[in-house]
């Protein structure tokens, strides 16, 4: 499968912005969907996922502003971003792994087989 990541930019504290992950190849609607960001110098880091059932996760940073959802019609996964801070600021990859992956596993990087490109989000004033 092929995961082409889209919709960064630069935002303003408090903004908003979606990412979309849209998937070729294959359907993705039976994996395990993720989103991961990254800073220059350090690991990739867990921000939610989206299961095959359509329960999600996320890392505790991100809840209650973040939202992970999916459109299977579409192929796409997405990644809503509200309230954003100038600590969201990475580059988003979006990544596709087993559908059945447990709450320990799906939040690991290595849990996963295919990853996009990465966009860039910024978020400054």
């Known amino acids: 499968v092929q995961l082409q990541a889209s919709g960064g930019g630069l935002v303003l504290p408090g903004g908003s912005l979606r990412l979309s992950c849209a998937a070729s190849g294959r359907t993705i609607s039976s994996d395990t969907m993720a989103w991961f960001r990254q800073t220059p110098g350090k690991d990739r880091e867990f921000v939610g996922a989206?299961?095959?059932?359509?329960?999600?996760s996320y890392t505790n940073s991100v809840k209650g502003r973040f939202t992970v959802s999916r459109d299977n019609a579409k192929n796409t996964v997405y990644l809503q971003m509200n309230s954003l801070k100038p600590e969201d600021t990475a580059v988003y990859y979006c990544?596709?792994?087993?559908?059945?992956?447990?709450?320990?596993?799906?939040?690991?990087?290595?849990?996963?087989?295919?990853w996009g490109q990465g966009t860039q989000v910024t978020v400054s004033s």
């Open positions: 989206i299961r095959r059932g359509a329960s999600t």
């Open positions: 990544a596709s792994g087993n559908g059945r992956l447990i709450l320990s596993t799906l939040v690991r990087a290595e849990a996963y087989d295919y």
